[in-house]
């Protein structure tokens, strides 16, 4: 109840002002976002500010059910970053590296408890607005749950505001596309180049320059 209660505590007075006054967002197809899990959204990875503007993008009554997958070896590095990272940010944390079992389970387990997972499919975040490959993390959550919903959203401009190796943040617009939703279609290879196209499809809807 506590980690419930600062949780919105600091998505109300600090995420959301971050957001709306330091960066400012544009949304396209706004309702597309799904409103309830389970549910999935795929997005492309150039900063941490990331996963604070998806959240932020939730009404803070479903943020509860709103739940990153994040890398274990990143966020749980010490205790008090994985305090934070597990109880207020409320990621799902995942193993890069195999230790036996499935690094996967506890995505699984919550969409079984209809909740809305943030899926970066790079991996990693990369150099602002270059999209690298897909991994196939995504289809195997797909295969398992083919009636989960897929949204795609596109983000630009926070890779700018706070890039990867940087402490600085810089304020720069944030541009943000949803895409259609996507549900699994039976083939790996296929399903994860389908997805990855969508994101490029997604990118160029803006028309933006290529970063200087």
């Not at 980690?3 to 544009?26: A, D, K, Q, Y």
């Not at 989960?148 to 943040?169: E, M, R, Y």
């Amino acid at each position: 109840m506590i980690n419930t209660l600062l949780r919105s505590l600091f998505f109300m007075l600090l995420v959301r002002p971050l957001v709306l006054i330091g960066l400012g967002i544009n949304i396209r197809n706004r309702h597309s976002l799904p409103s309830q899990g389970p549910a999935v959204i795929i997005a492309n990875h150039n900063s941490h500010l990331d996963t604070l503007v998806i959240l932020s993008l939730f009404p803070l009554s479903l943020l509860p059910r709103v739940r990153p997958v994040a890398a274990a070896d990143y966020f749980l590095r010490n205790p008090l970053l994985a305090w934070f990272a597990t109880k207020i940010i409320g990621i799902i944390p995942i193993q890069r590296t195999s230790k036996g079992g499935n690094p996967l389970h506890q995505a699984f387990e919550a969409l079984r408890n209809d909740e809305v997972l943030i899926i970066y499919p790079e991996g990693s975040r990369g150099d602002p607005e270059e999209l690298t490959k897909f991994k196939k993390g995504i289809s195997l959550i797909s295969k398992k749950f083919p009636d989960v919903p897929i949204t795609p959203l596109f983000l630009h401009g926070l890779g700018k505001a706070l890039p990867k190796g940087d402490a600085v943040f810089v304020p720069f617009f944030c541009d943000i596309f949803v895409g259609d939703t996507q549900f699994w279609d039976g083939e790996k290879d296929r399903f994860v180049q389908k997805l990855e196209a969508q994101i490029i499809d997604l990118s160029k809807q803006g028309h933006f320059p290529e970063w200087k």
